[in-house]
T-cell receptor, first 109, second 115 residues
Framework: KQEVTQIPAALSVPEGENLVLNCSFT??????LQWFRQDPGKGLTSLLLIQSSQREQTSGRLNASLDKSSGRSTLYIAASQPGDSATYLC????????FGEGTQLTVNP | ETGVTQSPTHLIKTRGQQVTLRCSSQ?????VSWYQQALGQGPQFIFQ???????GRGNFPPRFSGLQFPNYSSELNVNALELDDSALYLC??????????????FGSGTQLSVL
């Protein structure tokens, strides 16, 4: 059974700081890994999808990496802004979709 | 905007009642999946429908059931509601089922409260 863990559970940083969110998973037999953003009481917005054959994906200030052999992914956010405040979730796609519990990010002006 | 719409946005029911939640997929998507998200937790996979058939299910009891229609819209039905069923219910649409590299597009969810 796949287990996905996200560290830290919560993070508070000043505006402008670069930061890294971590995701680890126990079963490396995945098709892909996705990072999502969730605002309070809302649905999820897809940020990046990394296919199992890829090592990283970039979109604007976001960069996500994937190391299947070690069961790890990181989401790097450059020059953080208050609008980045949200919960960030990683999810693996294998025999079923498995979500982590999320990292709640607060970027202070 | 993801093109995925869910209704209703909020719902209050009492224990023992039945509820139906609805989801309209993004145009062209043939796969819909449903998730339960309790407060402060990550979403939990309930089940998935691909071309009108269930083709994946999480650890939820049979009183959670669903349908997918020819236009690929979907319903989630929950019978005999329990207090612990209170959660945000999310649906997501995609193309081609779980074993693909297609992105998921989520609706904004239905917040269900069971009293």
């Amino acid at each position: 059974k796949q287990e996905v863990t996200q560290i830290p559970a919560a993070l508070s940083v000043p505006e402008g700081e670069n930061l890294v969110l971590n995701c680890s998973f126990t079963d490396s037999a995945i098709y892909n890994l996705q990072w999502f953003r969730q605002d309070p009481g809302k649905g999820l917005t897809s940020l990046l999808l990394i296919q199992s054959s890829q090592r990283e994906q970039t979109s604007g200030r976001l960069n996500a990496s994937l190391d299947k052999s070690s069961g790890r992914s990181t989401l790097y956010i450059a020059a953080s802004q208050p609008g980045d405040s949200a919960t960030y979730l990683c999810v693996t796609s294998g025999s079923r979709l498995t979500f982590g519990e999320g990292t709640q990010l607060t970027v202070n002006p | 905007e993801t093109g995925v719409t869910q209704s209703p946005t909020h719902l209050i029911k009492t224990r023992g009642q039945q509820v139906t939640l609805r989801c309209s997929s993004q145009s062209g998507h043939n796969t819909v999946s449903w998730y339960q998200q309790a407060l402060g937790q990550g979403p939990q996979f309930i089940f998935q429908y691909y071309r009108e058939e269930e083709n994946g299910r999480g650890n939820f009891p049979p009183r959670f059931s669903g349908l997918q229609f020819p236009n690929y819209s979907s319903e989630l039905n929950v019978n005999a509601l329990e207090l612990d069923d209170s959660a945000l219910y999310l649906c997501a649409s995609s193309l081609g089922g779980l074993a693909t590299n297609e992105k998921l597009f989520f609706g904004s969810g239905t917040q269900l409260s069971v009293l």
